[in-house]
């Protein structure tokens, strides 16, 4: 019998219980702990928001100077506020999830590099809020969600492998992919008026967080 085999007896019977990581799903092979991947990602995104704040520079020495930053600060705030629902909901996704392995780690790469055009993105947008910058900034948005998606698929599929279940808040179901395509939405509307297409990305990051403000449990 393979070293992989074990016999199992009880209540009058033998059962041969099969360990062979060649007849398990391909996902599920290779499974590593999920500490230095959440290490590396929380240190990523505080590098992420270390750079779009020091992108705020003054112009001035007086109050003036401030209230002419009042439009840079407000899409830093907004981009803030995005990186901070990232990164609560990649928190949460990865306590959820079994484990670990090769592909989560490059889709988790993905969604950081993605991430990792914030600052670029957010700055463009705050000096000039016009028709490109804005469009640009939806498509990051809409390609860190791909990512975020992907990423998403990835531990589900381990998670239910593993343990047969995935747990609740594992899978963001519908939502995702929602959002994804309101991105897109925005994208398209951004050439039409810079006004709506950040009226649409706005939109998107509520329906993210008055859910965890008012501690309410939808699921889309």
Known sequence: MSENAS???GHGETRI????AHTRHPLYTHMMSKARLEAFSDGMFSIIITIMVLDL???????SALVDMLPSIGIYALSFLYVGI?????????HGAAGVNGLALWANLLLLFMLSLMPFTTRWMGEVFDTVPVAVYGITLT?????FTLLNRVLVSLTRCETGHVPP???TGFKGAASVLLYSVGVGLSFLSPWAGISIYMFI???WLVPVIFNLKWRF
């Open 143 to 147: 390609l860190s969600g791909l990512s």
């Open 17 to 20: 219980h099969i360990n062979d």
């Open 86 to 94: 990232y990164w609560t909901n990649h928190h949460g996704m990865i």
């Open 57 to 63: 520079k003054a112009s001035g020495e007086d109050w």
């Open 169 to 171: 808040g594992l899978d």
């Open 7 to 9: 016999l199992l007896k």
């Open 205 to 207: 990051a509520t329906l």
